[in-house]
């Protein structure tokens, strides 16, 4: 299997869903392996559509969650068109990765169930289905709910039919000034073939009647309405007659075409969008040659082949033929829509309005105690190991002040760390170039293929390596997806290593926003580890022995499997077994299988799972013991948090001195951190981290990631043995929303501390 895996990743543009069905069938070896550590008890279950629910659908029931939230009246009403947004986004994506390769697998031919039950044709049948009433409840929302909505609170998008004279007047200048100079109609005929669409851009196909001067009759035109234009348009107060009065572009050029096809009349026009596969398909042969293939690639991403189009709903049946003839797409993969084909563009439009009343409420992040003006980081790690951040509720200065110390202080003499995303004019960054311009030896691993910021990752390797820095592209073949860093001192007592670990990336934008786990420590046997990790990334050599972290792809999945067969064997034995995990995503059929098993045990398990999971939880004689709940709100929850109770009498043990050696916490709880997700792609094509947190850190995790979201009943909503979701509620119960009650826990400790 291995060598196997070696032999498709060094293949020219492989699908992805051919690597993913290898993990798969690895994955499900690796389980079987794995039924030596427990006894499994008699199958009750087997068909696989009633052990595992479809993972695609999954991901578009957590995208019906977020459309749910921009439904929802308690939420802002400014921020519930960003939770609109949001939902189209994230669709976009889906049809981008997900149904593009599921087409991929029916079109190749492919009759294999997947671990669900259900073959490619079943799933992309059940996945079109599904995704064409989502896309219906989000034009429904925004025309009914929304648009009305905020239209009472003087924020009003003006339709055509009710602009004023004076208002076309504005319209007929801005479209003559600013927007008919960089637009370009194309007439479709003999010397204008159909041009090269590119991947999610507004187009407008428009049926002409009349010959042009040089006796053409075209009959169709296209428009191309370039990025760089504003999808919607703020009017002057003055002339729309409310506080935030906007217009859409389509209907500003929809108002002024008959200007550019002079002599011509346009019969119908009608706004499209067309959305391509967007996975990248590299020839991963040597590091020289994955950075080109990655750019060549990025050439050609924007033009992959069409998975949907989207099309005003006006629009006549012999035009929609026409475009799905040239897409070679079929009447279920065209989305007709009753609005802008291009809800994701609009996600900005609250920042443009200032309203804080229709805004979630400003919190400033809890800045901790020990971060002082002429505080040292290096002493207060030393002292105060492990320091624990939870962001965004805590500020991600302990973080960047590690790196820019790091740069500044004449004792440091090395920094390595890696790059997954950063953001554009990241402060670490420029910290990192700051230290390799100081004299420090400064290593940076940088995931090129990281989905859609490959192009910011080539530029951020070309800036890095102009002021002297070794920057390596990890193992071809496998994503490094680990977020770490270490710095290393020299002190009176010889070299010191400090070493910070997130659940989440670099990026500080993205640290206001998602909340992830920092942890900074000077533990040496950790520091040694993460060391042999970025020699392993950046030289050659075997498997590491690691004393406390768990490594993908060698042995985190082994790991988890251990950890859940122990928790059966308690269990079995007449002991609490206890489990509690929390991730984004949990797909992979080894662990769900495992769950399984110890749920019959009599193993407590509770699952916190953001998007994808494709356990069925509560079935009878399955998984009677497990329960799995989805917490959305203002945050994207994005740390990946595991408990195991181990036989221990669930009160943390404050011993620092726990060398952990072969991860053998004896009758003392375990939580591990960690970067990655309960997937295939995490356990056998990434290189990920998980490392342990004990004593007083791991009772403040353990407390603030799981305890307090499992009592969650306002932004909760529970999984279902079907796959559905139902939203918690109060009740009669005291209202708890975690996220609320995570900024007032820390608010007032900021507060507090003045």
């Not at 009959?219 to 919607?232: E, I, M, N």
């Not at 953001?423 to 420090?440: F, P, Q, T, Y």
């Not at 064997?569 to 991730?583: F, W």
């Amino acid at each position: 299997m291995h060598d196997f895996l070696q032999t498709i990743t060094s293949i020219e543009r492989v699908p992805s869903f051919v690597i993913e069905h290898t993990l798969f069938l690895r994955s499900t070896r690796i389980n079987f392996m794995a039924n030596s550590l427990i006894k499994s008890p008699p199958e009750t279950h087997p068909n696989p559509r009633d052990r595992m629910i479809n993972r695609e659908l999954g991901l578009l029931r957590f995208n019906e969650r977020v459309l749910a939230l921009a439904a929802d009246e308690s939420v802002p009403l400014l921020e519930r068109w960003r939770y609109l947004c949001i939902s189209a986004s994230n669709l976009d994506e889906f049809f981008e990765v997900r149904v593009a390769g599921t087409r991929q697998k029916v079109m190749a031919g492919v009759e294999s169930a997947g671990m669900d039950g259900l073959s490619p044709s079943q799933e992309l049948t059940l996945i079109t289905q599904r995704a064409q009433e989502l896309t219906a409840r989000q034009y429904e929302l925004l025309n009914t709910v929304l648009l009305p909505s905020l239209a009472k609170q003087s924020i009003q998008f003006i339709r055509r039919t009710d602009w004023t004279a004076e208002l076309q007047a504005w319209v007929t200048d801005l479209f003559i000034t600013d927007i008919s100079p960089v637009l370009s109609p194309l007439a479709l005929d003999l010397s204008h073939p159909f041009p090269r669409l590119m991947n999610k851009g507004l187009t407008f196909i428009i049926e002409l009647e009349g010959s042009d001067a040089f006796g053409r009759d075209p009959g169709y035109a296209l428009l191309r309405v370039p990025r760089s234009l504003p999808r919607v348009i703020r009017v002057p107060k003055d002339i729309s007659g409310v506080e935030n009065g906007f217009v859409f572009l389509s209907s500003v050029v929809h108002a002024n075409v008959e200007s550019l096809f002079s002599g011509m009349t346009p019969k119908g026009m009608f706004q499209f969008k067309v959305t391509r596969n967007s996975e990248l398909y590299v020839h991963e042969e040597d590091v020289a040659n994955l950075k080109r293939a990655v750019e060549h690639e990025l050439l050609q991403r924007s033009f992959g082949q069409a998975v949907r189009l989207e099309i005003d709903q006006q629009c006549t049946p012999t035009i929609v033929k026409f475009l799905q003839k040239h897409f070679c797409l079929e009447d279920n993969e065209v989305h007709r829509v009753c609005g802008p084909v291009n809800l994701n563009r609009m996600i900005a439009i609250p920042d443009q309005i200032d309203r804080p009343d229709l805004k979630f409420e400003a919190f400033r992040p809890a800045i901790a105690s020990y971060l002082t003006d002429d505080n040292n980081i290096f002493e207060t790690i030393a002292q105060h190991s492990p320091l624990v951040s939870h962001h965004p509720y805590e500020s991600y200065i302990p973080v960047t002040e590690l790196v820019r110390q790091a740069a500044q202080d004449p004792a440091v003499l090395a920094i390595k760390q890696t790059l997954y995303r950063t953001g554009r004019d990241s402060i670490i960054v420029e910290h990192l170039m700051e230290a390799s311009r100081r004299g420090k030896d400064v290593t940076v691993v940088i995931e090129l293929l990281a989905r859609f910021d490959e192009e910011a990752n080539l530029s951020l390797a070309n800036q890095l390596q102009e002021t002297g820095i070794q920057v390596v592209y990890g193992v071809v073949g496998f994503k490094t997806h680990a977020k770490m860093l270490l710095v290393v001192r020299r002190e009176k007592s010889g070299l010191r290593r400090y070493v910070h670990v997130g659940t989440g990336n670099y990026h500080t934008t993205t640290a206001r926003t998602y909340t992830d786990i920092s942890l900074l420590t000077d533990d040496p046997i950790i520091a040694e580890d993460i060391n042999r990790v970025f020699q392993q990334l950046t030289g050659v050599g075997q498997e590491l022995k690691l004393t406390k972290l768990a490594q993908a792809p060698f042995r985190l999945h082994k790991f988890i499997l251990k950890r859940i067969a122990a928790e059966t064997r308690i269990a079995e034995a007449g002991g609490k077994g206890q489990i509690i995990a929390r991730m984004n995503s949990l797909v992979d059929p080894g662990v769900v299988n495992a769950l399984y098993r110890a749920s019959q045990s009599g193993v407590q398990i509770d699952l916190i799972v953001r998007g994808i999971c494709v356990l069925r939880p509560q079935v009878p004689g399955l998984s009677d013991n497990i329960r799995v709940v989805s917490v959305l709100g203002r945050f994207l929850e994005h740390s990946r948090v595991f408990y195991f109770r181990n036989g221990s009498d669930g009160k943390a043990n404050d011993n620092k001195n726990n060398d952990g050696k072969n991860n053998n916490y004896k009758n003392e709880e375990v939580l591990y951190i960690s970067s990655a997700d309960w997937m295939p792609r995490n356990f056998f094509k990434r290189v990920e981290i998980a490392i342990p947190v004990t004593g007083k850190a791991l009772k403040r995790i353990k407390h603030e990631c799981l305890d307090l979201y499992l009592r969650d009943n306002s932004s909760s909503w529970e999984m279902l043995p079907n796959g559905e979701y139902t939203r918690r509620t109060p009740n009669d119960a005291k209202a708890v929303n975690v996220q609320k009650k995570l900024i007032r826990l820390h608010q007032s400790d900021f507060d507090a501390e003045g």
